[in-house]
Each structure stands twice: as structure tokens, then as C-alpha cells.
């Protein structure tokens, strides 16, 4: 039974997750690299395991989320779709489990905001782990001066954490901005899509998608 840790010290793996990467550094784009699939994938497992969905579940999804930009290597547009099928490919190669391909699949593609959807709890759940990714450190450009709204956006958020509450009922999007860098607005213009599609994913899990900007309620 292929294990998280088996995908994670996967040399073929790491190789494509690197030169994914390496594409979106000569985009511009901020960090996609094993810092934020690591961090995906331990977030999509908590939101399951606190849940209380199955073991082999929550192994599930920490493999989709340490799969899911590995589309980058192909390209930036579709990365979603190309990195399922990449993803289909290597996991097959590994003699996983056909029904278990399926659902790590499904939440691959569907990771996206452009085209996905919380078709799955496994997609639902990976959903909410990446799009609640954002921090300081995912900014790679040096010059404050030159940054693009993702780059303000990214460099503004001091803190930022996602917690389900005790009774199971809410998933709240905790951040704290510094408005010296990005505005709350500036965060809007791009992240409107993204947490609509959050909240989707929340009604899927049977929660409450609420985001916080500044101990401001916002969503």
C-alpha cells in the first residue's frame, strides 16, 4: 500500500516538484516548491483527520497535496488537469491502488480555481489547504519596489491560519495583514475566486467558510 512517505522520498517525484518550480521562478511566481506542498498536504490531513474521516483517507490527501503542482512543469495554464494526469501516470508506475488513484486524481484536477470544483471531500479538502497558503516567505522577489499584487499580497500576510472550530461546524481563514505592503482590497482582487471556491469546499465538508482579515469578518 503506497504511503505518504513513499511519494515524499520519491527521487522522480522531488525531481518534477524542483523543475516545476524552477518554471514558475523565471514567471515570477511566488514559492511552489516543497515548502508549500508539505504544508498543503499537512493541512488538507488535518481538516480530514479532525473531521474524523478515515485514516486511509487522510493518507490520501497529504498524496494528492504533495502532488498537486507537479502540472507546472508542463505549464502555468491547466496546471490543474496536466498535473492529474501526470500524477495518474507516476502513482500507476507505482502499483497504487486503481480506486485510490482515482480520488487522488480527482482532487488534483480539481485544486484550481479556474476550472475546479469540491467534486470529492479529498478535493474539498486539498481546496482549502492551498488557497489558505499565504505568507511572507512564499515571496521570492527581494525589491519590495517592484512588487506585482501577488507578490503585495503574499509579503503582507504576517500570519496566517486555518482552524475548525470544536464543534465542527466552521472553518475559519485567519490573517493578519501589514496594509504597509498590501491592502485588503489588493487581496481581494485576486483572492475573490479563490474564496468562493473555499466555501464551496466547506459545504462539502458540512462547514462554515469564514474568512478573517484583520479581525475583520470578511466572508
Known amino acids: 500500500m503506497l504511503t505518504f512517505e513513499d511519494v515524499k522520498r520519491d527521487a522522480a517525484i522531488r525531481t518534477y516538484i524542483e523543475k ?3 518554471s514558475l521562478i523565471t514567471l515570477g511566481y511566488t514559492e511552489h516548491s516543497f515548502a508549500h506542498v508539505t ?3 499537512d493541512t488538507a490531513a488535518y481538516i480530514l483527520a479532525t473531521l474524523g474521516h478515515p485514516a486511509r483517507e487522510v493518507e490520501l490527501v497529504k498524496i494528492a497535496g ?3 503542482d507537479i502540472g507546472n512543469l508542463v505549464n502555468r495554464v491547466d496546471h490543474s488537469q496536466s498535473g492529474a494526469v501526470m ?3 507516476i502513482l500507476d508506475n507505482l502499483h ?3 480506486a485510490e488513484i482515482a480520488e487522488i486524481v480527482t482532487a488534483i ?4 480555481e479556474g476550472t475546479g470544483q469540491p467534486v470529492s471531500d479529498i478535493a474539498a479538502a486539498l481546496i482549502l489547504a492551498d488557497k489558505s497558503d499565504v505568507r511572507r516567505s512564499r515571496v521570492r522577489n527581494t525589491d519590495p519596489q517592484s512588487f506585482d499584487i501577488h507578490d503585495r499580497v503574499n509579503y503582507s500576510a504576517k500570519k496566517s491560519t486555518l482552524k475548525i472550530n470544536e464543534e465542527h461546524t466552521l472553518i475559519k481563514l485567519k490573517l493578519t495583514v501589514d496594509t504597509k505592503y498590501g ?3 489588493d487581496y481581494f482582487e ?3 475566486q479563490r474564496m468562493l471556491l473555499c466555501r464551496k469546499a466547506a459545504e462539502r465538508l458540512g462547514l462554515q467558510f469564514k474568512l478573517m482579515i484583520n479581525e475583520q469578518q470578511l466572508i
Open 20 to 22: 516545476a518550480d524552477e
Open 39 to 41: 504544508l498543503v498536504a
Open 190 to 192: 485576486i483572492f475573490m
Open 183 to 185: 491592502s485588503v482590497m
Open 96 to 98: 497504487c491502488d486503481p
Open 109 to 112: 484536477g480539481n485544486h484550481d
Open 87 to 89: 500524477a495518474f501516470r
Open 66 to 68: 504533495f502532488l498537486h
